[in-house]
């Protein structure tokens, strides 16, 4: 395999750099990074850059793959990679997803200032901790049965409404109005439904999170007005996924691909891109399978709202006026979705994979809810657990450049054992908690992962994709309390 070097990337932008298609025999289209020099040279230090190009070599890939500044090595694609095939004929990939399915972020707001929320900071941390299971394997408080898991699977935000732990603008805030359509509990696991079962409301580990936040600078004034935010406001960002029942999807998908790949006649340069033809019947199990998933995961974000409205109410009832959360948006990274783009002034039905990347689509589209369409679709940028995290906006430009896609966070800048290599947990949780952010965490390991050194700036990564014109910054908000898992 030909290794690549800077010297094979050319600027075509400010911020954006091409391998042209003819640097490798089997690339079908360019391979595109979105970066700044550092940044650049970050990518080129892992596989990252040599997994986007690979990406480009995949069956009925079109016009170009791309890749966010917030990129690092992954399980095929590179964390940050955008890849859209041509239906029908087209690959979907697994690992073009990613083991958690649906991971996405989620930011509630409130009509509280700082100022209401301040001597209760300590309280609502604890009250977060105790409301929202975090951890590796940790059971919800939902005692679920086989069939209510399959109404999961098929209806997603619209069962937690129709059980009551959500709200009808809960359903319309969240992206594809947390549901997407064919989904088929029958083409995933029963392993992966075992998985699931006890986990719905849980938080999970890694890099997930539940945040108390304020607003702390305000960007476009008419889009933050839109969204409900407003500068000194208190918030609240969750961020998880679909937990095992996820990374068992992905895990029987791939598998089962790795077993028929040789059918399937595809010559990969990496056997973790094993996919199928869309209009194959492996196909088109897995992207039901995927979408059960996805759904399940919207849910579990939906009852850990409910859960953190109790915490809320707990801490704020009769002590603060109008304590409640209502949702901004929730958006998904991991994902593999059919979507019409323009691609050579013609639109197309296109698979866009997004692997550690989010859906930015621009003012005026459908899938835009109505009272956010004049401006855009929201983008969810959060940091890392001691840093910012932004909230963006979809423009026209992100249409064209990269099929209505935008960065999902900061990126990790080294791998989670380096960090617990560097980093001692409980000496982080007192330099946080020196700098007026109150931590939870279930270990002090799991806490030392998720150090912010280990991430990118993400003030950088916000900057990037707003200068190469992907997504417009709305607002800036800033931890005080942090729930680990």
């Not at 399980?75 to 991971?103: E, K, M, Q, W």
């Not at 603008?169 to 947390?178: I, M, P, Q, S």
Request: charged share 25%.
């Amino acid at each position: 395999m030909k290794p690549v070097t800077r010297y094979d990337l050319r600027k075509i932008g400010d911020y954006l750099y091409e391998v042209p298609q003819s640097f490798r025999h089997d690339m079908r289209v360019p391979a595109r990074v979105y970066a700044d020099e550092e940044m650049l040279e970050a990518a080129l230090s892992d596989r990252s850059v040599e997994q986007v190009i690979n990406t480009a070599t995949l069956p009925g890939v079109v016009q170009y793959v791309v890749v966010m500044p917030d990129c690092h090595q992954g399980y095929g694609f590179a964390i940050g990679n955008v890849a859209a095939t041509r239906l029908p004929h087209g690959i979907i990939s697994p690992g073009g997803v990613g083991y958690d399915i649906n991971c996405g972020v989620r930011l509630l707001g409130t009509h509280l200032d700082i100022e209401d929320v301040r001597p209760h900071i300590d309280r609502l941390a604890d009250a977060f901790y105790r409301h929202v299971p975090s951890g590796l394997g940790t059971k919800g408080n939902l005692h679920l049965n086989q069939a209510e898991m399959d109404e999961i699977l098929a209806k997603g935000s619209k069962w937690a409404q129709q059980e009551g732990y959500a709200r009808p603008k809960d359903v319309a805030h969240t992206e594809e109005r947390g549901q997407m359509a064919g989904a088929d509990p029958t083409k995933v696991s029963a392993q992966a439904k075992k998985r699931g079962l006890g986990q719905v409301g849980t938080l999970g580990s890694g890099n997930h999170f539940a945040e108390l936040d304020v607003v702390t600078e305000i960007f476009d004034a008419d889009a933050a007005d839109t969204f409900g935010l407003r500068r000194g406001q208190v918030a609240v960002q969750v961020h998880c996924g679909s937990r095992g029942l996820g990374h068992q999807v992905a895990t029987d998908y791939i598998q089962e691909y790795q077993q028929a790949s040789k059918r399937f006649g595809y010559e990969l340069p990496d056997r973790e891109l094993v996919c199928a033809p869309l209009d194959s019947p492996e196909g088109q199990n897995y992207l039901a399978a995927m979408n059960c998933a996805a759904n399940y995961a919207w849910a579990n974000r939906q009852v850990l709202t409910y859960q953190l409205r109790e915490a809320f109410e707990e801490v704020l009832g009769g002590r603060v006026p109008d304590w409640d959360l209502f949702l901004v948006y929730d958006v998904a990274h991991n994902m593999a979705k059919i979507e019409t783009h323009q691609v050579e002034g013609r639109d197309l039905r296109l698979c866009v994979h997004r692997k550690g990347a989010t859906r930015a689509f621009g003012p005026g589209h459908p899938d835009v809810p109505a009272d956010y369409r004049a401006v855009g679709q929201p983008v969810l940028v959060p940091g890392s657990m001691g840093t910012a995290s932004y909230v963006l906006v979809g423009t026209a430009e992100g249409m064209r450049q990269t099929f209505g896609s935008c960065c999902h966070g900061a990126g990790r800048a080294m791998s989670r054992s380096e960090a617990k290599r560097l980093v001692r947990g409980q000496a982080l949780q007192q330099e946080l908690e020196r700098a007026g952010i109150s931590i939870r965490a279930g270990s002090m390991a799991g806490l030392a992962e998720e150090a912010p050194q280990a991430y990118k700036d993400v003030e950088r990564v916000v900057a990037v994709v707003a200068a190469a014109g992907l997504g417009r910054i709305v607002a800036r908000l800033e931890p005080l309390a942090v729930v680990k898992g």
